[in-house]
């Protein structure tokens, strides 16, 4: 089956701190991942994607993600969080449905930044 | 470029009322996906559409939901006989093409309360 999962529903991390928010997928064949972030009551903002290449991304806000074959994981991570960060965060990958591909997305993860 | 537009951002029906949501891809955007989002359980996919054709509606419920992309003018997604168990926030995304490379805009969002 083919799918994306966030083991977190909440991270927690103090300003300043070094984050990450996990993901793991599942799919047949090369994986194309997407992380996305929501801030309240707005859509969807992209933030990177891995398809091929080098296994670090870099992408807006200082964030980066690492994606590890072996592991079949994608997780976000940031070096030192902002207050500002905390949004709900939304792991997706491509899978196949009906003869296309769409993107799907985990459950989201809430990350909470404190000061 | 104005973006994905959704309107409207906020919409209150009474049990058995019709729903009508709208989505403006961005310019150029041929390919809308349309996405439900409730509390603790992430973005469900729903349908898939270009211009004039349903690709994919595997994520659609088979009553009561239907959704259309016609050649002019903005995707509909209309639900009749709306039960409170419709309630949620309803997003669109376009993209280019099918190709992953492309990536996906959300747009804000229509929030439909049923009451």
């Known amino acids: 089956a083919q799918s994306v999962a966030q083991p977190e529903d909440q991270v927690n991390v103090a300003e300043g701190n070094p984050l990450t928010v996990k993901c793991t997928y599942s799919v047949s064949g090369n994986p194309y991942l997407f992380w996305y972030v929501q801030y309240p009551n707005r859509g969807l903002q992209f933030l990177l994607k891995?398809?091929?290449?080098?296994?670090l991304v870099k992408g807006s806000y200082g964030f980066e993600a690492e994606f590890n074959k072996s592991q079949t994981s994608f997780h976000l991570k940031k070096p030192s969080a902002l207050v500002s960060d905390s949004a709900l965060y939304f792991c997706a990958v491509r899978t196949l449905s009906g003869g296309s591909y769409i993107p799907t997305f985990g459950r989201g993860t809430s990350l909470i930044v404190h000061p | 470029n104005a973006g994905v537009m959704q309107n409207p951002r906020h919409l209150v029906r009474r049990r058995g009322q019709e729903a009508r949501l709208r989505c403006s891809p961005m310019k150029g955007h041929s390919h809308v996906y349309w996405y439900r989002q409730l509390p603790e359980e992430g973005l469900k996919f729903m349908v898939y559409?270009?211009?004039?054709?349903?690709?994919?509606e595997s994520g659609m419920p088979k009553e009561r939901f239907s959704a259309e992309f016609p050649k002019e003018g903005p995707s509909i997604l209309r639900i009749q006989q709306v039960v409170r168990g419709d309630s949620a926030a309803y997003f669109c995304?376009?993209?280019?093409?099918?190709?992953?490379?492309?990536?996906?805009?959300f747009g804000s969002g229509t929030r439909l309360t049923v009451v």
């Open positions: 891995y398809i091929t290449g080098d296994n």
């Open positions: 995304a376009s993209s280019l093409g099918t190709d992953f490379n492309y990536g996906y805009t």
């Open positions: 559409l270009q211009k004039e054709n349903i690709i994919d």
